[in-house]
């Protein structure tokens, strides 16, 4: 026998139904839209078993509302936003990007970011809104994020500091074996950061526009982390001398860094 | 006209009689057209708002929080004409077959 679904109460429809008109409506015209949800809903004389029939699921109610045009354009800017966690991802766990006129393929996930972090700022502060004080979560999140950045970095910096053989007793063999453990880590940490970042973009549209912060501090460690990436797989382990690469990484990710921090602090304004 | 003009001309003409808030608006339009759900007539509303036949305010409901009422614009009493003078046409045009 088929298990009977338990209609939804007036609490769980209006839970829903806000969740799902959030997404769709920019943020004015879907408080307003709740509100007069909540009024109707909560009538004293609507009868809770019968609310989906009378008023349809809460998609269906939020779909008809919708201006098509308007989320058909929003979809467009999550669809290129999401892409572009996607494609660092991509980049962090194969280390082939795709050059253009020649220009070196480890700027690809930088690439990315100068595309995704205007663009996400521009539509936000066009069409975002506060809601409240500050979350504390937002903040502990941010935080998680910049210590697993610093956190690789800092080992990336130990890493090339003194010479392979040196520093090693397994010579360019355990240099190796530590190049590896990092990779895996960066691999790791990206994945994290392409969550992280597209649940910012979810919870910037639905909850608060400062969430958006944290997607934009995800595509700054993640084009760093790209960067890197590509940089220790066009390198050669033979070459006693990496304090070059540091040299050479270093200079090129802290203004990658200092542009994703401003922008950070941006979207937290 | 459509079943959407229908249910726009009905809920000018509700308004019409005077300012009502949602639910007041909702529930004899419900009761009339059973297999329309109420969402698509508050789509409708808001689109009515959208387009400037109607205006809303906030004003104290019986006894519980404020209600949220609705009521028409000149614009709004324009369109309700428009959308008469089709229903008579409509209504003329089907009694010639002979429709009753």
């Not at chain 1, 308007?70 to 999401?82: D, I, K, P, Q, S």
């Not at chain 1, 608060?208 to 944290?214: I, Y």
Request: aromatic letters at 12%; one cysteine or more.
């Amino acid at each position: 026998m088929m298990k009977q679904k338990k209609p939804l109460t007036k609490v769980q429809y209006l839970k829903k139904f806000s969740r799902a008109v959030r997404w769709r409506l920019p943020p004015q015209e879907s408080e307003e839209a709740i509100a007069d949800y909540r009024e109707l809903v909560f009538q004293p004389e609507r009868d809770e078993e019968k609310l989906v029939e009378e008023l349809g699921t809460p998609a269906q109610a939020a779909h008809l509302i919708t201006d098509v045009k308007t989320y058909r354009r929003w979809l467009a800017v999550f669809a290129v936003l999401a892409f572009g966690l996607f494609l660092q991802t991509k980049w962090l766990w194969t280390a082939r990007g795709v050059t253009f006129n020649g220009a070196r393929v480890w700027w690809n996930p930088v690439l990315v970011m100068v595309i995704g972090l205007p663009l996400s700022l521009y539509w936000f502060r066009k069409h975002g809104q506060e809601n409240g004080p500050l979350s504390k979560r937002l903040l502990i999140t941010l935080a998680v994020v910049a210590v697993v950045g610093c956190g690789i970095l800092c080992r990336l910096w130990q890493l090339s500091g003194v010479s392979v053989f040196d520093q090693y007793p397994g010579g360019s063999y355990g240099f190796e074996r530590q190049v590896y453990w990092l990779n895996t880590a960066m691999m790791c940490a990206g994945v994290l950061m392409a969550f992280a970042g597209v649940t910012g973009l979810v919870l910037a549209k639905c909850r608060d526009r400062r969430w958006l912060a944290l997607y934009i501090l995800c595509l700054t460690v993640g084009a760093i982390l790209g960067f890197i990436i590509f940089v220790i797989h066009a390198m050669d382990m033979t070459f006693g001398a990496p304090e070059l690469m540091r040299t050479y990484v270093f200079s090129h990710i802290l203004p990658v860094g200092v542009i994703g921090l401003i922008g950070t602090g941006v979207a937290l304004c | 006209m459509l079943k959407k003009d229908l249910l726009e001309l009905c809920l000018l003409q509700l308004l019409a009689g005077g300012d009502k808030y949602g639910y007041e608006v909702l529930t004899p339009l419900r009761t009339a057209f059973p297999d329309t759900q109420e969402s698509a007539i508050y789509a409708l509303l808001r689109g009515l708002g959208k387009s400037g036949c109607t205006q809303w305010y906030m004003a104290p409901g019986g006894g519980g929080p404020d209600r949220k009422y609705y009521k028409l614009t000149p614009a709004g009493r324009g369109r309700l004409e428009e959308l008469r003078r089709d229903w008579r046409n409509m209504r003329d045009a089907i009694a010639s077959f002979g429709v009753e």
